[in-house]
C-alpha cells in the first residue's frame, strides 16, 4: 500500500470549487511552499493539517481594484477573503517606485499597480511631488492645468511618461478620465493606441456619469468600446454599476454586442449603491448633480460625519479642500427601481467583482485594530463578504460557484495576457499559487457601514504564497507574505 504524501500543509475535507475545471467536491488540498501540491480525495499527511470541513475552499478572491494601498488597507482586505489588491484605475508614479517602497514595507497580499495618467498629467502640467497614487490624486485635485487639453507637445510627453512607465512594470495603464472629462478625446484614444502597441489594457473611470444629454452614461461607454475597436486595446471598464448609473441596460447591450464583434472589453461592479470618492471631482460640481439624479444631502463628507444641506456649502468644500474624501449615494438601495438597477449591474455577463477600495480616514500609521474613529466606504472592507452574502446566499442570483469565478478565475484572466504571474492565480490546482481562501457559505457576511469599520464574518482561513495571513478568522500581524505582481514589460 502507498504511503500517502506528505505537504507542509494541509488543509482537509472542505468543499472545494476551481473555478477552471468546474471542480465542486470535497477534496483534500497539500502545499508544499508557495505552491499547491494535491487536490485530492485521497488521506495527506502534512507538518500541519487543519480540518476545514463543512467550509468552502476557493481562490484567493483577486481585487483589480483597490486605492487601499497600505499595510491597515490590505489587512483589512485579507480579512475579506482578497489575496492579491491592484491599483489599476489610478494607477502610480512613478511605478517602480510604488514597488520598491511596497516591498520594502511588506505587503499582507499580493500588489501591483498601473501606469496613471492622471498622476502624469498632474505632474507634467502641474508639478506634482510623486508619492502615495490617492494621496497625490488628493492633494492636487483643485490644481489648475491637469484637467484640460493639451497640444501635440505636452501629449507626446505624457505618452512618453507612460510608456516609461508600462516598461518598467506597470500592470497597463490607468485612465481616470472622468476626473478630466475636458481632456481631449484623441488624447484617449492616443493612449489606447500606446496600450495596444505596447499589448497592455487600459482601466477606464469612464468620462460621463449621467441619463442626460449630451454626455450620457452611454457615450461615455461607447467611447471606451468606440477606442477599443480602432485600436485593438484591451479595454477595462472600472465599476460599470456606478458609472452607467441608470443607464446600465443600455451600456451591457452595447458591451455585449461589441464583445460579439470580437472587440476587447471587459467589466468590474461592486455590490453597493453608494460610491466615495474626493470632493472635488468633476462630476459632482453643484451644477452637476441633478445628471447623476442627486442633491447635495446624497453626499456625506467622511472626516467630519457632515451631510451636505445644499449646492452652497458643497462649492464652499469644494474649493477649501478638494481633495476630502466623501460618501455618495448613486442611487437608493431602499427603492426596489434602484435596487434592480445595482443587481442587473452585477449579474453582467462576465463582470468580475472590484471593491474599488479607499483609504481610511483618520487612521494613524498601520495601527492594528483600526480604532473607532476610523472611517471609510463599506466596499473597502466588505465588498467580497458582501457578494456571498447578499447575491448568492440571500437573494440567490447568483450561484456559490459562479461568485466564486467572478472574484476570481474572471480577474486572472482579464490580466494574464499582460501579466504572466496571474496565470498561477484564481485556480485550485496543482502547480497553482496557494493563494487561498476557505470560508462559511452560510455565514459570509460584511457587517461593515459608512460610519463603522467592521471586519467580515464567516472567513476562517487566508493563504497568500501558502502563508496564513489570516487563521481561523484573525489577522496574523507578523505575516507580510504578499508578492508583486508585474506587468509583462518590466526589465
Not at 449621467?210 to 485593438?232: D, Q
Not at 460557484?401 to 484564481?426: D, F, N, Q, W
Request: charge should be negative; include cysteine; hydrophobic fraction near 45%.
Amino acid at each position: 500500500m502507498c504511503e500517502p504524501q506528505h505537504f507542509d500543509l494541509v488543509l482537509a475535507g472542505a468543499r472545494v470549487i476551481d473555478p477552471e475545471t468546474g471542480l465542486d467536491g470535497v477534496r483534500n488540498v497539500g502545499i508544499d511552499g508557495r505552491r499547491i501540491g494535491a487536490v485530492t480525495t485521497d488521506r495527506l499527511t502534512g507538518n500541519t493539517v487543519v480540518d476545514v470541513s463543512g467550509r468552502v475552499l476557493a481562490p484567493g478572491f483577486i481585487d483589480l481594484h483597490s486605492h487601499a494601498q497600505t499595510v491597515t488597507g490590505l489587512r483589512l482586505q485579507a480579512m475579506d477573503g482578497v489575496t492579491t489588491a491592484l491599483e489599476l484605475e489610478a494607477g502610480a508614479l512613478p511605478v517602480r517606485t510604488a514597488y520598491d517602497e511596497a516591498a520594502a514595507a511588506g505587503r499582507p497580499i499580493n500588489f501591483g499597480f498601473s501606469a496613471g495618467w492622471a498622476l502624469a498629467r498632474m505632474h507634467l502640467l502641474d508639478g506634482a511631488v510623486p508619492g502615495a497614487s490617492f494621496d497625490v490624486f488628493a492633494k492636487y485635485q483643485g490644481a489648475p492645468n491637469w484637467r484640460r487639453p493639451v497640444g501635440a507637445r505636452d501629449l507626446a510627453r505624457v505618452l512618453d511618461l507612460l510608456e516609461e512607465q508600462v516598461r518598467g512594470g506597470a500592470l497597463g495603464i490607468g485612465m481616470l478620465v472622468g476626473y478630466a472629462p475636458d481632456s481631449g478625446r484623441d488624447e484617449y484614444f492616443a493612449v489606447a493606441s500606446l496600450a495596444a502597441r505596447l499589448g497592455v489594457p487600459t482601466f477606464t473611470h469612464t468620462r460621463f456619469i449621467s441619463t442626460e444629454e449630451p454626455g450620457t452614461s452611454l457615450e461615455g461607454a461607447l467611447e471606451v468600446i468606440a477606442a477599443a475597436a480602432g485600436t485593438g486595446a484591451h479595454m477595462h471598464m472600472c465599476h460599470i454599476n456606478s458609472t452607467s448609473n441608470r443607464m446600465i441596460d443600455d451600456v451591457a447591450g452595447a458591451v455585449e454586442r461589441a464583445r460579439g464583434y470580437g472587440v476587447q472589453v471587459t467589466t468590474e461592479a461592486y455590490p453597493y449603491g453608494s460610491a466615495s470618492t474626493v470632493i472635488g471631482a468633476a462630476f459632482l460640481a453643484p451644477e452637476k448633480l441633478h445628471r447623476l439624479g442627486m442633491q447635495p444631502r446624497n453626499i456625506l463628507r467622511v472626516a467630519t460625519g457632515e451631510r451636505i444641506a445644499d449646492a452652497a456649502r458643497l462649492a464652499e468644500l469644494r474649493e477649501q479642500d478638494p481633495g476630502a474624501l466623501i460618501l455618495f449615494d448613486w442611487l437608493d438601495e431602499s427603492d426596489p427601481a434602484d435596487l434592480s438597477t445595482l443587481q442587473r449591474s452585477l449579474l453582467f455577463t462576465d463582470t468580475a467583482i472590484a471593491s474599488d477600495a479607499v483609504p481610511l480616514v483618520g487612521q494613524d500609521g498601520d495601527t492594528w485594530p483600526v480604532a473607532d474613529g476610523v472611517h471609510t466606504h463599506p466596499r473597502s472592507v466588505g465588498c467580497y463578504a458582501r457578494t456571498f452574502g447578499w447575491l448568492v446566499r440571500e437573494l440567490g442570483v447568483l450561484s456559490l460557484a459562479e461568485a466564486v469565478r467572478r472574484c476570481t478565475l474572471l480577474p486572472a484572466r482579464i490580466l494574464e495576457p499582460a501579466a504572466p504571474a496571474m496565470r498561477r492565480k484564481g485556480r485550485i490546482q496543482v502547480g497553482a499559487d496557494a493563494d487561498v481562501v476557505v470560508f462559511d457559505p452560510g455565514t459570509i457576511a460584511s457587517p461593515a457601514t459608512g460610519t463603522r469599520v467592521l471586519t467580515s464574518t464567516g472567513v476562517d482561513h487566508v493563504l497568500v504564497g501558502g502563508t496564513f495571513v489570516v487563521r481561523d478568522a484573525q489577522i496574523q500581524l507578523d505575516r507580510l507574505p504578499g508578492e508583486p505582481v508585474f506587468g509583462r514589460h518590466r526589465d
